[in-house]
């Protein structure tokens, strides 16, 4: 793998501390820098927390006492997921398939750790010499909400399909688990004035838009375009394209870097 893997902020909190504290961070970094947040306890991995513990947890608390009540501890996953520079790619996306999370941690020259996301995985891809385009991507139609949908119908279609992005129907806006936590967080004061949040319907979050292209990219031009993108996501024809599925067709035997 590249040397600047190693290069990537790990962005982590101590164990011990409210969920709202790593919900914060989450709406602050979550796509952008990192995938997860990892949690130590003295210097030690222990941890993981995503948007997937924030928004699972929400289906189960959807009061502001998820916030202040728990620590981070108790919604994270345990057993982070460790990597070495001897670690191939290969068995890298085997685990991230097993554990449904594209992150990992490397120990790197400083004596602590780098992240490595799907969103990292994107300067391999920009490397990679081939002649498969976005059009060789197994095409993947969008999951699509309505205006008038609910906040808990919306976040149990992304987990019953398997995604972080959802689209408006009719239209390249979307929703995702970063935005639905960075309202709850700056603009909802973390559910404290929600009398009930899972009712809430989408009309009142403000979408992101997908970047919608009409030329059929080599991977590595795809690769590049979403690495520029703060929060990347492509409409392509009528198929979806994220980080992961670069991770995924760089798998494929045709590719060389």
């Known amino acids: 793998m590249p040397e600047t893997l190693t290069y990537s902020l790990c962005i982590h909190i101590e164990k011990g501390k409210?969920?709202?504290?790593?919900?914060?961070?989450?709406?602050?970094y979550l796509e952008s820098a990192t995938d997860s947040v990892l949690v130590l306890d003295e210097e030690k991995p222990v941890g993981v927390v995503g948007g997937k513990e924030i928004l699972e947890n929400i289906l189960k608390t959807p009061t502001s006492s998820l916030f202040f009540d728990n620590k981070v501890e108790d919604i994270m996953e345990s057993d982070p997921f460790i990597v070495s520079d001897e670690t191939k790619y290969g068995d890298l996306?085997?685990?991230?398939?097993?554990?449904?999370?594209?992150y990992a941690i490397l120990k790197n020259e400083w004596n602590n750790y780098s992240a490595i996301s799907a969103k990292k995985i994107l300067e391999i891809g920009m490397r990679c010499k081939t002649n498969l385009s976005v059009s060789d991507l197994p095409k993947k139609s969008p999951i699509t909400f309505k205006k008038d949908d609910t906040m808990e119908s919306i976040i149990k279609s992304m987990f019953e399909n398997k995604t972080r992005k959802i689209l408006l129907e009719n239209s390249n806006k979307y929703i995702n688990d970063r935005i639905i936590i960075e309202t709850i967080t700056e603009k909802m004061a973390y559910l404290k004035d929600i009398d009930y949040f899972l009712n809430v319907p989408a009309n009142i979050i403000d979408l992101e838009e997908a970047r919608v292209i009409h030329d059929d990219l080599k991977i590595n031009e795809v690769s590049a375009m979403l690495y520029d993108m703060e929060?990347?996501?492509?409409?392509?024809?009528?198929?979806?394209?994220?980080?992961?599925?670069?991770?995924n067709i760089l798998l494929n035997e045709r590719i060389d870097y």
């Open 18 to 28: 409210e969920v709202w504290v790593v919900a914060g961070m989450l709406a602050q």
């Open 93 to 102: 996306m085997t685990e991230w398939k097993k554990r449904g999370r594209a």
């Open 231 to 247: 929060h990347p996501y492509i409409i392509y024809k009528d198929s979806v394209v994220t980080p992961w599925d670069i991770c």
